[in-house]
């Protein structure tokens, strides 16, 4: 389901976790805020403080002059600093595409295998970072959701967050790789296996994106093939069966989750999240979460008697609706 703005926030089913957040609000950290904050949070942002991090100068302007960030949220914090494990001096890759800028080098061989031109170094800049930890105690900032999209640094950056990965964080949005498009970039198995350590538990993927090569060995107008899983963006959480908190602590945590999932459209686990707790007073709010999921069966369901005489102009809109609901449903399950 897509979430409107603040429509969980806006939702009166929910007012025992809104009111739990207006007293103390959920902080939010992007790192790598190229182009704004993470949608994940839309649905509730009127809730949620944000603090974001984007190292690059020019996109830091841009946000900065923006007043969409700046109004959509209780509180939109904007740091232009560049994070890694430490605080040692060290190079900002600076890519063609600056989307594709990394603490880390581009792959030559990556970069040879795929042709592709928006994975070319142009520039080397000396940068000086500072770490996660740092900056959280010296604002005196606890953060509760993390994402993270810093094209292969995402494991260097969690290494200087150990803090606050164990004591604060309750769920990760994570770009993960499975080709390695840097030198020496950690893979989803490495990050999966940091943060496993540290408590968290996969969910899934909000998104996944397969490998694209110039070579076209096999032309799609005529073949249909699979590809190689290239990169996502994984959702990893504090479960709150798994916690050992006090009340509050797990209120907090099971709120989070909540919000969190049933905002990525993991339903069933937001639902499981908040029944842990054994309280009357979120009946509604499963019982809203429910209908979530009802609306959205029914809109599947309603798309799918509509595609009956599709024309070729409806090619694509359909397509992109197969897309969307990959993950919700298999063949066999309707």
Not at 94 to 117: C, H, K, V, W
Not at 194 to 200: D, M, V
Not at 253 to 266: G, R, V
Request: charged share 25%.
């Amino acid at each position: 389901m897509h979430f409107k703005k603040d429509q969980i926030a806006n939702n009166k089913n929910f007012e025992f976790i809104t009111n739990f957040f207006k007293k103390d609000p959920l902080v939010f950290v992007d790192i790598g805020a190229r182009g704004g904050a993470h949608e994940i949070i839309n649905s509730f942002s009127k809730l949620t403080n944000v603090i974001a991090f984007e190292p690059d100068k020019e996109e830091f302007e841009k946000l900065k002059i923006s007043s969409v960030d700046k109004n959509d949220y209780l509180s939109f914090t904007l740091i232009n600093e560049a994070l890694d494990q430490t605080s040692k001096k060290t190079n900002l890759y600076i890519a063609s595409n600056p989307n594709n800028t990394s603490l880390l080098e581009i792959s030559s061989s990556f970069f040879s295998r795929y042709g592709n031109n928006n994975w070319h170094t142009v520039e080397e800049v000396p940068i000086y970072p500072t770490t996660f930890d740092s900056v959280m105690k010296n604002e005196n900032i606890q953060p509760d959701i993390i994402k993270i999209d810093v094209q292969g640094g995402e494991l260097r950056i969690f290494e200087g967050a150990h803090e606050s990965l164990d004591n604060y964080v309750n769920a990760v949005i994570s770009e993960v790789s499975f080709i390695e498009a840097y030198c020496n970039q950690p893979m989803f198995s490495d990050i999966e296996l940091f943060l496993r350590k540290k408590g968290f538990s996969f969910i899934g993927f909000l998104e996944l994106n397969s490998r694209s090569s110039n070579k076209n060995y096999l032309n799609k107008n005529k073949y249909l093939f699979k590809e190689r899983l290239f990169w996502g963006d994984a959702l990893f959480i504090k479960d709150v069966f798994d916690s050992n908190g006090n009340e509050i602590q797990k209120l907090r945590q099971a709120f989070t989750n909540a919000l969190i999932l049933t905002s990525a459209n993991f339903n069933d686990l937001a639902i499981e999240q908040l029944d842990y707790l054994k309280k009357n007073e979120f009946k509604e709010t499963i019982n809203e979460i429910k209908a979530f999921s009802k609306k959205s069966y029914d809109t599947f369901i309603e798309n799918i008697n509509n595609i009956q005489n599709l024309q070729p102009e409806r090619l694509k809109e359909f397509l992109f609706f197969i897309d969307k609901y990959r993950l919700f449903n298999d063949y066999k399950n309707l």
